[in-house]
């Protein structure tokens, strides 16, 4: 079976009425037909701007705090990787609840131990075009992301952002 990628500007789906957050559809051939020619079945896959990773370890007490932060960011182009690191706690139980809520969220595991396996995997796994970090004890301002993404698109000669 033939699959095409086709890329497509964020205006156009918005303008479509459907979700600016999508970016790249895959098109293959189905079983309909229309004016006997087959109709494609389109999937839709979340391109997002920004790939927040946030890995975590035994974080059940500030995983929730935290993304309930991620969640109330005014940009909302956005995924979320969760990289559990051998957590024993009910971290990972969290995060799942999390994820089946939120599909912007998303939860993997990192056998490794350390923040830094544990980071490289979830930037294995980003599709965006910048990439966040946080802990998984921290908070989010609610305008992190949007002040960062509008400083890097006007300043391309800046390759990294910090602070707020």
Request: charged residues 25%.
């Amino acid at each position: 079976m033939r699959r095409f990628l086709y890329l497509l500007d964020s205006r156009y789906l918005w303008s479509r009425g459907r979700a600016a957050i999508f970016g790249v559809i895959r098109v293959s051939s189905c079983f309909s037909y229309f004016w006997g020619l087959p109709l494609p079945e389109i999937d839709i896959v979340f391109m997002p701007q920004i790939s927040v990773i946030l890995p975590f370890y035994n974080a059940e007490r500030t995983l929730e705090r935290a993304l309930l932060s991620i969640g109330g960011q005014t940009f909302r182009d956005y995924e979320c990787i969760l990289v559990d690191n051998n957590s024993t706690d009910r971290g990972p139980a969290l995060a799942m609840d999390f994820t089946r809520h939120n599909p912007r969220f998303r939860l993997v595991s990192e056998t490794r131990q350390g923040v830094v396996p544990a980071f490289q995997k979830g930037a294995g796994r980003a599709r965006g075009k910048y990439v966040a970090r946080m802990d998984a004890d921290d908070r989010m301002h609610p305008e992190r992301l949007e002040s960062q993404w509008t400083f890097l698109e006007r300043n391309p000669e800046y390759g990294a952002v910090g602070g707020l």
